[in-house]
């Protein structure tokens, strides 16, 4: 069982900027990585994954805002978020899976219960 443990949220104003954090219990190279959100009420929405090799994806809410990378050296997991909006208010939660394919790895952006490890979350509120 990989454990994940996620840093990094809090509140702030529109169009400011976060970084989150998700230090991950496992070598991050062997492992398709990504990010989700949720808002209360509502399903658990794929923001951005990151292949094994590197490659990846984003939901196309954040292109061109969010930044998803990797630091293998140091098992920890980023994402990058900027200009942000008031709908990107939620719980931000990060995820592991050993899916070595990056095809598989970025369809896997759409589907939660494709991964079996995750964090407990970091909130992330926005204000207009």
């Known amino acids: 069982q990989v454990q994940l443990e996620e840093s990094g949220g809090g509140s702030v104003q529109a169009g400011e900027s976060l970084r989150l954090s998700c230090k991950v219990s496992?070598?991050?190279?062997?492992?398709?990585l990504a990010w989700f959100r949720q808002d209360p009420g509502k399903e658990r929405e794929g923001v951005a994954v990151?292949?094994?090799?590197?490659?990846?994806k984003y939901a196309d809410s954040v292109k061109g805002r969010f930044t998803i990378s990797k630091d293998n050296g140091k098992n920890t997991l980023y994402l990058e978020m900027k200009n942000l909006k008031p709908e990107d208010t939620a719980m931000y939660f990060c995820?592991?899976?050993?899916?070595?394919?990056?095809?598989?790895?970025?369809?896997?952006?759409?589907?939660?219960?494709?991964?079996?490890?995750w964090g407990q979350g970091t909130q992330v509120t926005v204000s207009s």
């Open positions: 995820a592991a899976d050993q899916m070595f394919w990056a095809p598989r790895c970025h369809e896997a952006m759409t589907r939660a219960t494709d991964f079996d490890n």
């Open positions: 990151i292949a094994t090799e590197g490659s990846t």
């Open positions: 496992a070598y991050t190279g062997s492992y398709c």
